[in-house]
Structure formats: C-alpha cells, structure tokens
C-alpha cells in the first residue's frame, strides 16, 4: 500500500518504540517522516536506520524554547505537515508520597505542556485533510498503584482530542487519539530501575494482559496509520485503544 505518498509526517519522540513503528510505517507507504528526540545521537542513528526519506530534529517536549523553535526547523525540510504524531514522552512512577514538585513539572510539562504546544506551535503547516494524532495510554482507563501522576497528565491530553477536534474541524483537520496497553518499547528506561527490576516489571504485567503478551510497537503504528488515511475520513474526535482488551477485560 502506498496510502501516504507524498505525505509528510511529524513524529515527536521517534527514534524508538511506538514513533519510530509510525515513522517507518509511514515512510514505507510512500511518504516522508521528521522525528524528533532528545539527543543528537538517537536522531542521527534512527534517521540513519529509516533512510533517506527520514529527517530529524533535536527537541526536547519538556522544554519551551525548543517547542517554540519548532515550526522554524520543520520548515527547514517541508512547509505541509498530512500526519503530526504527538507521542514523544515516557512514564515515572512512585507513590503519592515520594512525588516532588519537579517529578510533577517534569511529566506535565513533558507530557502535557508538550503535545499542547507542538500542535500549537505546526498548525500553520497543517491543512484541510491532515491529521493529529495523540498518544494517551491504558492509564487514563485502569488506576495503578504509583500512576497518579502520569496518568492524569495522559487524561490531559484524552481532553485534548475532544477540544482540538472541536477547534480544528472547520480547517479540516480530524484530530483522533491511540490508546496503547501494554507495549514493548523503552517506556521503563527513565524510570530509574535496573534492567533486572524492569523485566521483573514486566513479568507481572504479562498474566494481567488479555493476550498474555505485550503489544508491538508496529501494532500501534497500524492503527495510527489507519486513523491518519482516507480510510478513516469519518473518524474525529476519537480514541482508539489498541490494548488487547485490558481495559474492557480486565
Ligand atoms: N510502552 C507502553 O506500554 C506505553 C503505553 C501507553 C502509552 N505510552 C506512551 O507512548 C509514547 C511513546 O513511548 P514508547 O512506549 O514508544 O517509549 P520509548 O520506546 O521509550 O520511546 C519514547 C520516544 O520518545 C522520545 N522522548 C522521550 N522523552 C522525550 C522528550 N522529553 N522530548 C522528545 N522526545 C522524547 C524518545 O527519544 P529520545 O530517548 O531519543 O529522546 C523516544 O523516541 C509515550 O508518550 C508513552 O507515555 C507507552
């Protein structure tokens, strides 16, 4: 299938995991992909691994100064952005008490504060017929133990699909959301557990998931891809779970 030639897609934190499956997806369907990331290293090695159709942007979604500069380095590869995937960020969990202030700003600003003004900040490159997609989570759905912070940032951004899809629908901008369970990505490197700690993590999630598995990044990149295709021309202001049924199942 060939459902983006042409296209230009935006990608924030897409040189791993889930962003860099849409990139790649993307990318593989005749269009082409900037993503972003926090360091001159991972951008330069993930555009390396997608090819000549993927450029890359060092930028950081906690940080305004980068936000605000932005549309300027967009521009220095295309003027017209068909997909923006705001999905760039990862999760910190600790109880109520062990919370900081800066362990708050750090997620809401990344997170939060983050989407918010990269959408803000491409609209402009953004005409009838494109597509915003953001990246909530499972955690907007079932309450964990340790998850009061980054979940309420991504039930944040749950609210965003519906007021930017109200705001943007006369543009013609559709604005949807995926909704990920479970997926094998990076997610639990910032978190400040060892590699042991991670995948023993992991290894008590696995039975609670409905498919005993975690999910794919690519698996996620169908459906955002789905979502940002003519196929998906009558989808606005929807969140799509693609969680094996953990949220619904239990
Ligand atoms: N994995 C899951 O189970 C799961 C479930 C639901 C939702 N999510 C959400 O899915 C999104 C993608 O995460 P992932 O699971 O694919 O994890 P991942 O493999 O760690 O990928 C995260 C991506 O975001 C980038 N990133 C992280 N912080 C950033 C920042 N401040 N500014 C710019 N880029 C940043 C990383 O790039 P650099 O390291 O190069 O900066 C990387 O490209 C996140 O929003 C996460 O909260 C994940």
Known sequence: MQRFK????????????????????FIDEGGRAIITGRSLETVEKAINQLGEKAFGIVSDAGD?????????????????????????????????????????????????????????????LMKNGSSVIFNTSVATEISMPNFSIYSAAKSAVQSFIKTFATELTERGIRVNGVSPGHIKTNIFNNTGLNREQIEDAIQNIIPTIPFKRQGEPSEIASAVLFLASEEASYIHGAEIKVDAGISVVG
Do not use: C, H, W
Request: hydrophobic content about 45%; charged content about 15%.
């Open 64 to 124: 305004m100064k980068d936000l605000l500069n932005l549309q300027a380095n967009v521009r220095k590869y295309t003027n017209t952005i068909d997909l923006l995937f705001a999905n760039a960020g990862y999760g910190k969990f600790m109880p109520i008490e062990n919370v900081s202030e800066s362990d708050f700003d750090e997620l809401f600003n990344m997170l939060v504060k983050g989407p918010f003004f990269t959408v803000q900040q491409i609209l402009p």
């Open 6 to 25: 042409d296209k230009f897609a935006l990608v924030t934190g897409g040189t791993n995991g889930m962003g860099y499956a849409v990139a790649q997806q």
